[in-house]
Structures are given as C-alpha cells and as structure tokens.
C-alpha cells in the first residue's frame, strides 16, 4: 500500500489549498481515509476523515465550516480543500487510511494502518 500526499505549500492567512492524496495497492472504497496533521513540537492531530463510500465525513472542530474532505473511488484519490487558512493551521499534513473492520475510531491514528509521507502546508500572517 502507498499514499502519496501533495498539495502543500506557503499561503497568505485567508487563503486557501488543496491537498490530494492519492492511493495504491488497495482495495480503495474499502478503507476509510483520514487527514491528520503534526505542528512542530506537537502530537499529530485528526483533521478530518470520510468513510470508504464517501458519504460520511467528519471533521475536527478547529476545522469545521472551513476544510472539506472528498474522495474519488475511481481515481482512488483523497482532497482536503481548506479554505480561510489560519496561521495555526500550519503543519505538516498526512492521509491515511483505514482498514476495514476497524473499531471506527477515526479520530485516533491507531486506527489507521498506513500513512503517506505529509506535505508541508505553510499560512503566513
């Protein structure tokens, strides 16, 4: 299995990106799939997740109202598109994803078995 997170860059606090993550190697609409994300000096977080089908989603409540998450099953992709960026936002964001038969735990990152490499978003105020 290989997830390979792009999209990551500097944006002005306001702006907005648009992260992909796209997946290899599995049984794609099988796994749910997560974004978490890691500041410097700080645990990673859970960001936001959505289920193998696409039709639940859920989100961290520090992003809510301005990330989305979204997959394509054809194209076994993952997005996050977050918009109104904040400089707390920055850090180095990971997909991952979710085994079926998992406990449903989506905000823990134990319940994730496989990680991409992050991709650093920066918002500069």
């Known amino acids: 299995v290989q997830l390979q997170a792009s999209g990551g860059g500097l944006v002005q606090a306001g702006g907005s990106l648009r992260l992909s993550c796209a997946a290899s190697?599995?049984?794609?609409?099988?796994?749910?799939m997560g974004w978490f994300r890691q500041a410097p000096g700080k645990e990673r977080e859970f960001v936001a997740a959505?289920?193998?089908?696409?039709?639940?989603?859920y989100y961290a409540d520090s992003v809510k109202g301005r990330f989305s998450i979204s997959r394509d099953n054809a194209k076994k992709m993952v997005y996050l598109q977050m918009n109104s960026l904040k400089p707390e936002d920055t850090a180095v964001y990971y997909c991952?994803?979710?085994?079926?038969?998992?406990?449903?735990?989506?905000?823990?990152?134990?319940?994730?078995?496989?990680w991409g490499q992050g991709t650093l978003v920066t918002v500069s105020s």
């Open positions: 190697g599995l049984i794609f609409s099988s796994y749910g």
């Open positions: 959505i289920s193998g089908s696409g039709g639940s989603t």
């Open positions: 991952a994803a979710d085994p079926p038969g998992g406990r449903g735990s989506f905000y823990s990152t134990d319940e994730y078995a496989f």
